[in-house]
DNA sequence: AAACTGACCTTAT
DNA sequence: GATAAGGCCAGTT
């Protein structure tokens, strides 16, 4: 079905996040111009397994850095598993520096 | 076509 | 500072 075009650019992004780095769907929303539809990014995660190749929404989290979407995995601790194999320190299901470790989607020429 | 849902965010109390 | 309610957009039923 060809008419994911708002779910390919959100799949798109998430693919595009560096490993240990954790973006929040507020951020990607606004990158794609529709700063308002940040529950649709989740909603697009929602459907992340239909999508292929399989986007990382385990490095997706809400503003606060609470893995709000660990439900949606097939076990809830899967979600913190995957954040603590890439450096991602996760207590109490919240990301530990989530400042230090939150990435933007415009931060890719940021980077050297 | 209308109403409900949803892995959110902001503002108000 | 914590809790409650509202607003927003797109998809599904």
Redesign the pocket.
């Known amino acids: 079905?060809d008419?994911?075009?708002?779910?390919e650019r959100v799949y798109d992004i998430v693919r595009q996040i560096p490993y240990g780095r954790v973006t929040?769907?507020?951020?990607i929303?606004e990158y794609l111009g529709?700063?308002?539809?940040?529950?649709?990014?989740?909603?697009?995660?929602?459907?992340?397994?239909?999508a292929y190749p399989p986007?990382p929404?385990?490095r997706?989290?809400?503003?606060?850095g609470?893995?709000?979407?660990?439900?949606?995995?097939a076990s809830p601790n899967l979600?913190q598993e995957l954040l603590q194999s890439e450096g991602i320190e996760i207590k109490n299901d919240k990301v530990m520096d989530f400042k230090h470790v939150f990435w933007h989607p415009a931060d890719l020429q940021t980077m050297s």
């Open positions: 079905m008419k994911e075009n708002f779910f929040s769907y507020g951020a929303a529709t700063k308002g539809s940040s529950r649709m990014v989740g909603y697009a995660m929602n459907a992340c397994g239909t986007v929404a385990h997706v989290v809400n503003h606060q609470l893995l709000t979407g660990k439900r949606a995995f979600m």
